[in-house]
């Protein structure tokens, strides 16, 4: 499995992003989708996930309300729609991959990753 993050960018403090995670040699149908992300200096950490079926989600309290994983997207590209960012979100952010239907917030649970793609939220 291969992964493609994209979409991140400079954004002000209350704005939107989205981004994409684009999938090649399976589709998402078979397996789940977490997105994680790390900051300079800290620890990677979970943002969201979706279940392999697509019927359960789960997202960090840092961004519950804000951030949503659609559940309604392609077969082969997830998104992660941040609304109301803050200075705080400014990351590196990951798109992973893993079979089955749990949601761990632990990275090392979820095999498949693919590159980062940098989000920066100025106030």
């Known amino acids: 499995v291969q992964l493609q993050a994209s979409g991140g960018g400079l954004v002000q403090a209350g704005g939107s992003l989205r981004l994409s995670c684009a999938a090649s040699?399976?589709?998402?149908?078979?397996?789940?989708m977490g997105w994680f992300r790390q900051a300079p200096g800290k620890e990677r950490e979970f943002v969201a996930g979706?279940?392999?079926?697509?019927?359960?989600?789960a997202y960090a309290d840092s961004v519950k309300g804000r951030f949503t994983i659609p559940r309604d997207s392609a077969e082969n590209t997830k998104y992660l729609v941040m609304n109301s960012l803050k200075p705080e979100d400014t990351a590196l952010y990951y798109c992973?991959?893993?079979?089955?239907?749990?949601?761990?917030?632990?990275?090392?649970?979820?095999?498949?990753w693919g590159q980062g793609t940098l989000v920066t939220v100025s106030s």
């Open positions: 979706i279940s392999q079926s697509g019927r359960s989600t």
């Open positions: 040699g399976r589709t998402f149908g078979t397996y789940g």
């Open positions: 992973a991959a893993r079979d089955g239907n749990a949601i761990y917030q632990s990275p090392n649970r979820w095999p498949w």
